[in-house]
């Protein structure tokens, strides 16, 4: 099976992405060196397209300044390569904390075993996709294993505006692009504890063939490199352990001076801290 990524770059986004400068240069040069003169490389089943993301997909007034980003909410970014456990650590991260709200993305790939239009996934047409695009509806799309994948505005700028805690899980090209239109993202990357464990993993989880295991490890080994561009890094060995440390994360974030001048303005007034 071939997967494939597209890459939606954010004009400049290799420069300040939340990275220094050494870190967005080597960012920089390693997709430089997958991307063909014709804007595509093929490597290890992984494919990479150069879209350059126009205004009509980026808000100037989001991006300009980035002081207008400090919304009373937070958005956590979570991303972790396919089999390390993203999905069952963000689901029992959102049972044990009621003011963390998950984003459902936008997709056109179809609906697997259970998963239900507007619960998983907004499951959409290509064509509806792309108009959305058009629209500039979406903060950050890109393709992953051939399906179009899309993080809308409503999903997120309302929520945090509104002090909502916001968590999006997808890949790292998304979570680069995120940090990019909100530099105050909170980007954490769940790692494996090995590619031994991860093989492991992907064959008990019991849903690919060889063929797409063995992709999903090139990629894993593509995506794992990645993990130096995120504010956190969580090792999912033990998952209760991982769990704290995720909740350890929100919490810090909850705890920041804006944040709890915000929430306790009656003991900053009291302290004339205002
Ligand atoms: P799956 O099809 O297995 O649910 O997801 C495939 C990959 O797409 C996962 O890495 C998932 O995190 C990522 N993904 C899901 N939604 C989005 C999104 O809105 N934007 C991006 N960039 N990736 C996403």
Do not use: C
């Amino acid at each position: 099976m071939h997967s494939s990524i597209v890459l939606v770059a954010v004009n400049g986004i290799w420069g300040d992405a939340g990275l220094d400068g050494q870190q967005s240069g080597d960012l920089k040069r390693r997709i430089e060196r997958r991307l063909t003169r014709q804007g595509t490389v093929k490597s290890q089943g992984f494919e990479i397209q150069k879209k350059p993301m126009t205004a009509d997909n980026v808000s100037n007034k989001t991006v300009a300044g980035g002081d207008e980003m400090d919304y009373p909410g937070n958005l956590f970014v979570v991303s972790a390569p396919s089999g390390t456990g993203k999905s069952s650590l963000v689901k029992a991260l959102l049972e044990l904390d009621s003011r963390l709200q998950v984003s459902i993305s936008h997709t056109t790939r179809p609906p697997r075993g259970q998963e239900q239009h507007g619960r998983e996934y907004l499951f959409i047409e290509e064509a509806e996709f792309r108009r959305m695009i058009s629209h500039g509806d979406f903060f950050e799309w890109a393709e992953v294993h051939g399906n179009l994948y899309g993080t809308s505005r409503h999903a997120i700028e309302e929520r945090i505006k509104g002090g909502e805690d916001v968590v999006l899980e997808i890949d790292w090209q998304g979570a680069l692009q995120i940090k990019k239109i909100f530099p105050n993202a909170v980007l954490i990357f769940i790692l494996p504890p090995s590619y031994e464990e991860l093989l492991q993993r992907l064959h008990r989880r019991g849903e690919d063939t060889s063929d797409v295991i063995e992709i999903r490890m090139s990629n894993a080994k593509v995506e794992v490199e990645q993990a130096q561009f995120f504010d956190y890094v969580v090792v999912n060995s033990l998952f209760e352990t991982a769990l704290f440390d995720l909740k350890a994360i929100v919490h810090a974030q909850r705890l920041k001076y804006a944040a709890q001048r915000r929430n306790k303005s009656a003991v900053f007034r009291a302290l004339n801290l205002v």
